[in-house]
C-alpha cells in the first residue's frame, strides 16, 4: 500500500466531513479546508496515485514545459499531445474569457462570462505566468548555481508569484512557490500552493514536482530527499464529491497497489539535456499499476 494513497484519501475525507462549503470566482461551490500539509520522502516511495489513473505523461511535459524549457505557448503542449492548458489559451485578439462570477456595476455579485484583454503579442499563450516568469527571471540557472556552488546557501527561492506580470498572465499561480534545501547528501524541496484542486490539481502536482526534483538531484550530484508540500485552501469542487467518494471506496474495498518506479537516464548530466520530446526517452515512470480513470469536471 502507498502512503501517498493512503495520506490522499485521508485528506479527502476530512475535507468532506470537515470541510466549509464557501463560493469561489468560478460560480462553483467548495467545500474546503483552510490549511493542510503533507509530506513525502522520495528515498521511501515515488508518489503517484494508484487509486486512480494518473496521466504522468502529461505532467512531466508540464513540469518540463515551465522549468527546462520555460515557455509559456499552447503548441509546444500540443505537440505533446498535452491539452491541460486549452482552456486558458489566450485567443488571436488578445482575450481570454470563461464564465465566472463577478461584481457588477451595483457591486453584486453575478454569473457570467468574463472576458480579460491580455495582448495581441500574448495570442496562443497563458500570458506572463508560469515559463514566462521562469524564463524572465532566469529562476532555474540561478538554482542551479547556487545547489552546485554554494550547497548551504539559505535563499533558494523560486517564486512564480510576480506582481507585475499578474495583469497580463490568464491565472495566477497555483503551486506559486518552491524553495531547495541541502542537508547532507540529500536535495529537499519545501512547496507551497496558495490554492488547491484536490481531486484535479493535487495528485497531477504532487507527481510532477516529485519529477522535477529527482531531475535537479539527479543533474547536481544529489539524492531526491523529502518534499514538505504546504497548501493553503484544499478544496473539492461540489461537482466532485461523487467521484472523488468513488475514489475513497476503491481505497476502502482493495488498498492500493505497490508504488512504482522513477528512471532518469544516468547518462544525462545537464538539466537542460532531458529529451522534452513526445517520447519523454530520459524520464519513465515504470511499473506503475493503478484502478482506472475517474473524470472530474474542471471549474475555469
Known amino acids: 500500500m502507498t502512503k501517498w494513497d493512503r495520506d490522499y484519501i485521508k485528506a ?15 460560480g462553483i461551490d467548495t467545500i474546503k479546508l483552510p490549511t493542510y500539509c503533507f509530506e513525502f520522502d522520495l528515498q ?4 503517484i496515485l494508484t487509486t486512480k489513473q494518473l496521466f504522468f ?24 499531445n498535452n491539452h491541460i492548458w486549452d482552456e486558458w489559451m489566450i485567443d488571436e485578439d488578445g482575450y481570454w474569457q470563461a464564465e465566472q462570477m463577478y461584481l457588477d456595476e451595483n457591486n453584486q455579485l453575478q454569473k457570467g462570462i468574463v472576458r480579460k484583454y491580455i495582448g ?34 539559505r535563499r533558494r527561492v523560486i517564486s512564480l508569484y510576480q506582481e507585475v506580470f499578474l495583469k497580463t498572465g490568464v491565472l495566477e499561480p497555483c503551486v506559486f512557490c518552491t524553495e531547495w534545501d541541502i542537508t547532507g547528501e540529500y536535495l529537499n524541496l519545501v512547496v507551497h500552493q496558495r490554492s488547491c484542486d484536490m481531486p484535479l490539481g493535487l495528485p497531477f502536482n504532487v507527481t510532477q514536482y516529485a519529477v522535477l526534483l529527482s531531475m535537479v538531484a539527479h543533474t547536481t550530484g544529489y539524492k531526491p530527499g ?33 508504488a512504482p518506479i522513477l528512471w532518469l537516464n544516468p547518462d544525462v548530466k545537464n538539466f537542460y539535456d532531458f529529451d522534452t520530446s513526445i517520447e519523454q526517452k530520459d524520464i519513465k515512470i515504470k511499473q506503475y499499476r493503478h484502478m482506472g480513470p475517474i473524470r472530474f469536471p474542471i471549474a475555469k
Open 120 to 153: 495581441k503579442e500574448f495570442a496562443g499563450t497563458i500570458g506572463t505566468a508560469y515559463g514566462y516568469i521562469v524564463s524572465y527571471y532566469q529562476l532555474m540557472d540561478k538554482l542551479l548555481n547556487s545547489i552546485q556552488h554554494n550547497p548551504n546557501d
Open 226 to 258: 523529502k518534499i514538505l508540500w504546504t497548501i493553503k485552501d484544499l478544496h473539492i469542487y461540489e461537482n466532485q464529491i461523487k467521484g472523488i467518494e468513488e475514489q475513497i471506496q476503491r481505497f476502502q474495498e482493495n488498498g492500493s497497489y505497490e
Open 12 to 26: 479527502a475525507k476530512k475535507v468532506l466531513t470537515e470541510g466549509t462549503k464557501v463560493q469561489n470566482r468560478t
Open 44 to 47: 521511501k516511495e515515488f508518489p
Open 57 to 80: 505523461k502529461n505532467a512531466i511535459s508540464e513540469i518540463q514545459w515551465i522549468y527546462q524549457v520555460q515557455r509559456n505557448d499552447i503548441a509546444w503542449l500540443h505537440e505533446r
